[in-house]
């Protein structure tokens, strides 16, 4: 089954300056969102493959349209993150489906690499209300200066048989990141921790 | 306690989920929260050294850790998953938010037994009530499926502008209905934190 899009919401957050400190360059975090129908709104299903299947269409979808606002190329991506938003017809099991049997895969593909897991949010929810995206250096879990989070609202969605799915992508950590940890230039990149 | 921590509130929710859609559940899980509205000595200027106050933190997160684990029972054997994060007033930056990291992440790592995986997080600048979905994963495995879940958590009133609101999730197992498949916790093998 392949997702009934009723519409794709995409938003970049910029911050060019923070506590009149300049951020050179800029902190660009692109948040992509679908508001897709539930299938299995207003009934138990206990198979939910064609909520994963709808997954793998999303990630895919939604990562491209993130790197093509940014416009940036995968190798300048640098944090990821993804979230759901289940309409009160569905279960949060539903968003669980979507997000973590199968996404990740076409997400990293689109990014060409990113061994880290994708930090993830989910909740029930009415039309307008906003989730916190989590955001994670896609190499490195630990790196420091990339932990954070972007919210997202669709004001007419998720409808009671819906659902909204979001994929964020950066090209950049926080601004003016000063609390040490591991850096992104010191990242080993395989065991997608440091 | 330092001088630069100054609690002003602290709130604890609590959840107990006892079934869903559908058939009912074999489990009750129980999800708590607990948030400190401290002052954000930082507010106002652009301050380049913050990391005295990454220090500072360190007491407070292990008493707030404590306050979760009482709010599930006290038991710290029954906790399987957990999550931060941070609500920066508006006269604060997001770095502010970022200084939570460490100290809420070790508090809950070692008073769960030292747990193995990365906690995760989210943080923003935002007014009074403004929420937050604060992510949850399984506290030994970053893997596990059935764990992956996220609360939504606020303080009314807060955080106000020259303020900072910290939390620390835990909660005591899998999502009700969890049938996604994936790592199961029974199956943690590796234990690098991630399964």
């Known amino acids: 089954m392949s997702a009934n899009i009723r519409k794709i919401v995409v938003q970049v957050d910029e911050t060019l300056n923070e506590m009149g400190e300049a951020v050179s360059p800029p902190t660009r975090r692109a948040v992509a969102a679908a508001v897709i129908d539930n299938p299995h709104a207003g009934q138990f299903v206990k198979d939910l493959a064609a909520l994963t299947e709808i997954g793998v269409e999303l990630g895919d979808l939604l990562t491209k349209r993130c790197l093509a606002a940014l416009a940036i190329g995968p190798e300048q991506a640098e944090s990821f993150g993804k979230a759901a938003i289940v309409g009160e017809g569905g279960e949060l099991e539903h968003a669980a489906a979507i997000l973590h049997p199968k996404m990740g895969t076409p997400v990293r593909a689109a990014l060409i690499k990113g061994p880290a897991l994708i930090p993830s949010a989910k909740k029930m929810g009415g039309m307008g209300t906003p989730i916190d995206v989590p955001l994670g250096h896609k190499d490195a879990a630990y790196v420091r200066s990339h932990f954070d989070a972007v919210e997202i609202r669709v004001h007419d969605a998720p409808r009671r048989a819906e659902i909204v799915v979001a994929i964020a992508v950066t090209d950049s950590g926080r601004p003016h990141p000063r609390i040490g940890g591991l850096q992104k230039h010191e990242i080993k990149g395989e065991d997608g921790l440091r | ?195």
């Not at chain 2, 809950?108 to 994963?137: C, F, Q, W, Y």
């Open chain 2, 1 to 195: 306690m330092s001088s630069l921590i100054d609690i002003r509130r602290i709130c604890t929710i609590t959840e107990e989920i006892r079934r869903e859609t559908g058939p009912a559940p074999g489990h009750l899980l129980k999800r708590a929260a607990v948030l400190a509205v401290l002052t954000n000595p930082y507010a106002g200027r652009y301050e380049p050294d913050i990391l005295p106050m990454m220090e500072a933190l360190k007491a407070p997160g292990l008493e707030m850790a404590k306050r979760c684990i009482g709010a599930l029972g006290g038991d710290a054997k029954s906790i399987a998953g957990y999550g931060k994060g941070a609500i920066v007033g508006e006269a604060g930056e997001l770095e502010h938010g970022a200084l939570w990291h460490v100290p809420g992440g070790y508090a809950m790592r070692e008073l769960l037994g030292n747990a193995k995986a990365i906690v995760p997080s989210a943080k923003k600048v935002g007014g009074p009530g403004a929420r937050l979905d604060v992510p949850i994963t399984h506290i030994n495995a970053s893997y596990v499926r059935s764990h992956f879940d996220a609360m939504e958590v606020g303080v009314p009133g807060h955080p106000r502008a020259d303020e900072l609101v910290l939390v620390l999730v835990m909660t005591t197992g899998a999502r009700i209905h969890e049938r996604v498949g994936g790592l199961k916790a029974s199956e943690i093998s590796v234990w690098d934190g991630q399964r």
